[in-house]
Nanobody, 129 residues
Framework: QVQLVETGGRLVQAGGSLRLPCTASGRTFSNYAMGWFRQAPGKEREFVAAISWSGGITNYAESVKGRFTISRDNAKNTLYLQMNSLKPEDTAVYYC??????????????????????WGQGTQVTVSS
């Protein structure tokens, strides 16, 4: 059984930083691309960032580029999202996900929810102004 568990979400002031870990089990973590998505109140879930199986290639949404960094530690089966210069509009539930297959990862890929098969339960990030 595949499980993804996100932690680290909390209330933070605008301009602050936060790191979200996502721990995976039940699957060979290093074989698959991973991603972060978020869902704000009243809005659809949106892509935030994705990372290739090796960690060598990353993709970001324009809204977070230059502020957020996705990384992974395959030895620890853990995915990370480092969030800096947080803004109130970053307030959302953040989800990690593991890809449906092991196809090639390149710029612009793995930005669709349909590319992912397993999801965590989410962690709430609230940024106050």
């Amino acid at each position: 059984q595949v499980q993804l568990v996100e932690t680290g979400g909390r209330l933070v002031q605008a301009g602050g930083s936060l790191r979200l870990p996502c721990t995976a089990s039940g699957r060979t973590f290093s074989n698959y691309a991973m991603g972060w998505f978020r869902q704000a109140p009243g809005k659809e879930r949106e892509f935030v960032a994705a990372i290739s199986w090796s960690g060598g290639i990353t993709n970001y949404a324009e809204s977070v580029k230059g502020r957020f960094t996705i990384s992974r530690d395959n030895a620890k089966n853990t995915l990370y999202l480092q969030m800096n210069s947080l803004k109130p509009e970053d307030t959302a539930v953040y989800y990690c996900a593991t890809s449906r297959d092991s196809r090639a990862f390149s710029s612009g890929t793995y930005q669709d929810e349909r590319d992912y098969k397993y999801w965590g339960q989410g962690t709430q990030v609230t940024v106050s102004s």
